[in-house]
């Protein structure tokens, strides 16, 4: 089975600063994709990001990036000019793409706080 | 409309009561989700329907919870008998079919309180 673990439940970062969020994951699927969402306090969540896994090329998205370690199964979300409104909880998730379904696996979230 | 609609955003109810959470998703999405979001945790799954069929239901914690989707549209998650630890938000999601899209849009959940 998937797992997906985030093992930073908190984090904080003055505004205009990076800050990086961790996220490794376990499977033995080589097809495979990798999101990072974000659930702000109102409680709706958003995709920031994804990544597939065959492209050996790091996602970005304006100020989000990623460093996606196939090897090490390792998936690290990047914020540059942290801003506040990135204060959210993100969650990592999994989604493999075999056997035609997509079932999404979603990690415990790490809390970001941004600080101005 | 053009999201997810979750109905009802809020649902107080009594230990051993049944209760009925609708999602409405977007239009043209074959793919619906739910998920089980506790306080302070990450979404956990339920099940998954791919059109009117469900998938994946391997996350549904015990037969007091069945969910449906009759007409390939709307979904109706049920849960019978309901006990103190199944408060939580449950959330609602639609995507696409296939790999090539993976974005998951999501409602903004109901809240279920068990007394």
């Known amino acids: 089975a998937q797992t997906v673990t985030q093992s930073q439940p908190e984090m904080s970062v003055q505004e205009a600063e990076t800050v990086t969020l961790s996220c490794t994951y376990d499977?033995?699927?080589?097809?495979?994709?990798l999101f990072w969402y974000k659930q702000p306090p109102s409680r709706q969540m958003i995709l920031v990001i994804r990544?597939?896994?065959?492209?050996?090329q790091n996602a970005t998205e304006n100020r989000f990036s990623v460093n996606f370690q196939k090897a090490a199964k390792s998936f690290s979300l990047k914020i540059s000019d942290s801003q506040l409104g990135d204060t959210a909880m993100y969650f990592c998730?999994?989604?493999?793409?075999?056997?035609?379904?997509?079932?999404?696996?979603f990690g415990t979230g790490t809390r970001l706080k941004v600080l101005a | 409309g053009a999201g997810v609609s979750q109905t009802p955003s809020n649902k107080v109810t009594e230990k051993g009561k049944y209760v009925e959470l609708r999602c409405d998703p977007i239009?043209?999405?074959?793919?619906l989700y739910w998920y089980r979001q506790s306080l302070g945790q990450g979404p956990e799954f339920l099940i998954y329907?791919?059109?009117?069929?469900?998938?994946?239901d391997s996350g549904l914690p015990n037969d007091r919870f069945f969910a449906v989707r009759p007409e390939g549209s709307v979904s109706t998650l049920k849960i019978q008998r309901t006990e103190r630890g199944d408060s939580a938000v449950y959330l609602c999601?639609?995507?696409?079919?296939?790999?090539?899209?993976?974005?998951?849009?999501f409602g903004e959940g109901s809240r279920l309180t068990v007394l």
């Open positions: 999601a639609s995507s696409l079919t296939g790999p090539y899209t993976g974005e998951l849009f």
């Open positions: 990544q597939e896994a065959y492209k050996q």
């Open positions: 499977t033995s699927e080589n097809n495979y994709y």
């Open positions: 998730a999994f989604m493999k793409t075999s056997s035609g379904t997509y079932k999404y696996i």
């Open positions: 239009s043209g999405h074959t793919a």
């Open positions: 329907f791919q059109g009117t069929g469900a998938a994946d």
